[in-house]
């Protein structure tokens, strides 16, 4: 298999937030496996900004710690962290004052690509990227790139573009939603745009529903403060299960191109039915036998943030009118399990007898874990005795059918970072399509508040509360098995 890596150019990438925990998590590790697989240019700099007064041994150190910890890539060779190091610096810089700034610029040089991560509180958007211009950082050609959550609602959201184009234009901004990195995602566009087998069926005639389910099996961990502002509405639904709908509900883009994909994933937005109240199922996770439950974890007795969401929604436009998809993610739920179903109709009309029941083809679209495709499709159960008939999966995991190369796959942001670096904006959203997002999911989230409801509760490791099935059961479905 020829494999076709588009190279970046040599870079000064500056990462502000640079102790900060996504930075260790996911960002340095990632940096640091594109390094070792070859794909970063020796010229390439990164450079760690925080508040911290650090030199650059010591943040050597936290990036070799946090490589260490997050793991650092199983094709390394024995000496490559030391290289790796060598192209890390670090200057403290004060993000609402003047310190640091030209400290910081000594370090930038003429004529590469320069980007800025901004791995810290929405805050402090504005007052990075209004210093990045005035000390003379960033030019016209320089990259900023943000994390989620970009606002909390439509009116914060706009707030924050706002900001942010006072100083960089659109083709400037990356606004970063980690879901369009991960290798499935991207690969659901090659298997609808890519196969002449699916589109034709891929409309209100011949799919009954599709269920896009991103269940995890972890609580909200040490980010209490923080999600108990958001719930799973905010914190999943409004970017991460809507960008998934994008793709799957959208139109074919002219061209895979940053600017023909977004338009059509706004279109499809756009396009959505305001929400039934009676089509959603908020949930919140209980207290066990061993582990608290989500009040405690937020430290707010009282707390009304879901920490899971059910709902069906409707896009009104000509390939889907009819067709209802459902939605559903929660944390502490029986499994990790990321998977997108297109759930086909019925055969028109059966020529076999009533007691070889009903069958359906499936789709099955797997993010995580084992990343994969499975297609159920029916055939006579082998044996004599009759037509009997069952559904079997064609199943296709990506790690079997392509070797070693899909073994190891770039995590969602190292693959981004790099799409930064190529001036690649394709897999980022741009500032209609979060603005659209929130204008969608905000009166969903007023009527909870108006109507003061409270999440329904449900026990840790199911797959959410009982209202949740009923969603579906109502309307003669059922949801997939979260897999354990
Ligand atoms: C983040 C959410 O954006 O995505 C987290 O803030 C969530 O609450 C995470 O756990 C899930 O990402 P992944 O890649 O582990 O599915």
């Known amino acids: 298999m020829v494999s076709r890596v588009i190279p970046v150019e040599p870079f000064d990438l500056v990462i502000f937030g640079a102790t900060g925990d996504l930075a260790r998590r996911k960002i340095l590790p990632g940096l640091f496996r594109r390094f070792c697989s070859g ?79 901004f791995s810290v509180a929405p805050s402090l958007f504005g007052a990075l990227a209004e210093r990045l211009r005035t000390f003379g950082l960033a030019d016209d050609d320089s990259r900023v790139v943000v994390e989620k959550p970009f606002g909390h609602d439509l009116e914060s959201a706009k707030a924050l573009n706002a900001t942010l184009r006072q100083h960089f234009a659109e083709d400037q901004i990356y606004r970063i939603d980690h879901y369009l990195g991960k290798e499935t995602v991207q690969n659901l566009m090659a298997v609808r745009f890519g196969n002449m087998l699916f589109e034709p069926l891929w409309n209100a005639q011949y799919v009954d529903h599709i269920q896009i389910t991103v269940a995890e099996t972890v609580d909200v961990g040490g980010r209490g403060g923080y999600y108990d502002k958001s719930g799973a509405m905010r914190d999943m639904v409004q970017n991460h299960l809507m960008q998934l709908l994008c793709l799957i509900a959208m139109e074919p883009p002219a061209r895979f191109e940053p600017d023909s994909v977004r338009d059509e994933k706004l279109k499809v937005i756009r396009a959505l039915d305001p929400v039934d109240y009676h089509h959603i199922v908020r949930g919140q996770y209980d207290a066990d036998d061993n582990q608290p439950g989500y009040r405690v974890h937020v430290e707010n007795p009282r707390s009304t943030t879901e920490s899971f969401v059910a709902m069906k929604c409707h896009i009104s436009n000509w390939r889907w009118a009819g067709t209802p998809f459902y939605l559903r993610t929660g944390k502490k739920l029986r499994g990790r399990t990321s998977e997108i179903a297109v759930v086909f109709k019925d055969a028109p009309h059966s020529i076999f007898d009533s007691e070889s029941g009903r069958h359906r083809n499936v789709l099955s679209i797997r993010l995580q874990p084992n990343e994969g495709m499975t297609l159920d499709v029916t055939i006579k159960e082998p044996g004599p005795g009759g037509m009997r008939l069952v559904d079997v999966p064609l199943d296709m995991s990506f790690a079997e059918a392509l070797g070693p190369e899909a073994e190891e796959v770039p995590d969602a942001y190292e693959r981004l970072i790099m799409d930064v670096i190529r001036g690649n904006q394709t897999l980022f959203m741009r500032g209609d399509e979060v603005e659209a997002a929130w204008a969608w999911t905000d009166p969903i989230i007023a009527g909870w508040q108006s109507r003061g409801e409270v999440p329904k509760p449900y026990d840790a490791g199911t797959a959410g509360p009982e209202d949740a099935l009923m969603l579906m059961h109502r309307d003669g479905r059922r949801w997939r098995e979260i897999r354990v």
């Open 39 to 117: 794909q970063m240019p020796e010229e390439a700099r990164i450079l760690g900004a925080a508040r911290s007064e650090m030199d650059t041994a010591g943040f050597r150190q936290l990036v070799a710690e946090a490589v260490a910890e997050f793991g650092g890539g199983r094709h390394c060779e024995d000496g490559t962290l030391e290289q790796f190091l060598e192209i890390v610096d670090y200057e403290a810089v004060d993000a609402m004052g003047d310190g640091g700034w030209e400290a910081l610029k000594g370090h930038l040089r003429d004529g590469f690509v320069r980007a800025f991560y």
